[in-house]
């Protein structure tokens, strides 16, 4: 009996001590196909659009993120480090979107306040953020997937850091290219 102990008391000890690269996840692995998506949305440079799928971006990579919520710390962070890599990405034919659960308003609210300039989308129920391995209701974990122009995950980053990411984001995607 307390070998037994000792042994469970060990394997709760290794696991909470494990590094994050043991750590189970559910998002989509690098080469697997994008998991589509038909989300309602906000970007202020493109006011008829409301609804965006994953075939509107096809040819071009595609930064998809996953973020808490509109107007945090963290997510203001990363959304504005993004903002200001826009014409960046945009030289390397890359698009940026931002998904939460938070509604349209809100995004355009957000996007108004501090100046994001591509597009947030709304996915309140999770179901997205959840076949991309980003839902721990009743938020989106911070998790970003590079997607190829041909919709293959090229490179992902789970329980990401907000400060820095952006560059991060493009440095990989200048690899990539």
Request: hydrophobic residues 40%; glycine residues 6%; negative net charge.
């Given at each position: 009996?307390?070998?037994?102990?000792?042994?469970?008391?060990?394997?709760?000890?290794?696991l909470?001590?494990?590094?994050?690269?043991?750590?189970?996840?559910?998002?989509?692995?690098?080469?697997?196909?994008?998991?589509?998506?038909?989300?309602?949305?906000?970007?202020?440079?493109?006011?008829?659009?409301?609804?965006?799928?994953?075939?509107?971006?096809?040819?071009?990579?595609?930064?998809?993120?996953?973020?808490?919520?509109?107007?945090t710390?963290?997510c203001?962070l990363?959304?504005?480090?993004?903002?200001?890599?826009?014409n960046?990405?945009?030289?390397?034919?890359?698009?940026?979107?931002?998904?939460?659960?938070?509604?349209?308003?809100?995004h355009e609210?957000?996007?108004s306040?501090?100046?994001?300039?591509?597009?947030?989308?709304?996915?309140?129920?999770?179901?997205?953020?959840?076949?991309?391995?980003?839902?721990?209701?009743?938020?989106?974990?911070?998790?970003?997937f590079?997607?190829?122009?041909?919709?293959i995950?090229?490179?992902?980053?789970?329980?990401?850091?907000?400060?820095?990411?952006?560059?991060?984001?493009?440095?990989?995607?200048?690899?990539?290219?």
């Open positions: 009996m307390r070998n037994l102990v000792v042994i469970i008391l060990i394997s709760f000890f290794v909470l001590n494990s590094n994050s690269t043991l750590a189970f996840d559910f998002a989509p692995e690098v080469g697997d196909i994008a998991p589509d998506f038909h989300l309602e949305g906000f970007n202020k440079y493109i006011k008829t659009k409301t609804v965006w799928e994953l075939n509107d971006f096809k040819g071009k990579w595609l930064v998809i993120y996953f973020y808490p919520k509109d107007f710390a963290g203001t990363e959304a504005k480090g993004f903002s200001e890599l826009k960046d990405f945009s030289k390397y034919n890359t698009e940026v979107v931002g998904i939460s659960a938070d509604n349209q308003d809100s609210s957000f996007c306040e501090k100046s994001i300039n591509y597009t947030l989308l709304s996915d309140p129920e999770g179901f997205i953020s959840d076949k991309y391995g980003s839902w721990i209701p009743p938020f989106s974990d911070r998790n970003t590079l997607i190829s122009p041909d919709g995950i090229s490179y992902r980053w789970i329980s990401v850091i907000p400060i820095n990411h952006a560059k991060e984001v493009l440095n990989v995607l200048k690899k990539k290219l």
